[in-house]
Nanobody, 118 residues
Framework: QVQLVESGGGLVQAGGALRLSCAAS????????MGWFRQPPGKEREFVAA????????SYADSVKGRFTISRDNAKRTVYLQMNSLKPEDTAVYYC???????????WGQGTQVTVSS
């Protein structure tokens, strides 16, 4: 099992940027495909971005394409989410998650709050 700890959240004005980090401990990070999800206030958790075990394949929710970038550094056991051109509707608790394909995401961090003011 892998343990995940997110950091980097905070309050930012619309149009600003933040970089979230997800530090992993336990099993080797390269064993896992990784993802970021978010839960806006009063709404269900939703997919944001994912990256394959080997560096290369990424996918994004339509709402963040062109603004967010997911990346990973397996040597540092860290996954990142660079968020640019932030909008108030990006306000949410952001969660890092891991899975061992073909299984679904089953390891989750505690979340980090991102608040975008207008």
């Amino acid at each position: 099992q892998v343990q995940l700890v997110e950091s980097g959240g905070g309050l930012v004005q619309a149009g600003g940027a933040l970089r979230l980090s997800c530090a992993a401990s336990g099993r080797t990070l390269s064993s896992y495909a990784m993802g970021w999800f978010r839960q806006p206030p009063g709404k269900e958790r939703e997919f944001v971005a994912a990256i394959s075990r080997s560096v290369g394949s990424t996918s994004y929710a339509d709402s963040v394409k062109g603004r967010f970038t997911i990346s990973r550094d397996n040597a540092k056991r860290t996954v990142y989410l660079q968020m640019n051109s932030l909008k108030p509707e990006d306000t949410a608790v952001y969660y890092c998650a891991a899975r061992t394909p073909p299984a679904e995401f089953d390891s989750w961090g505690q979340g980090t709050q991102v608040t975008v003011s207008s």
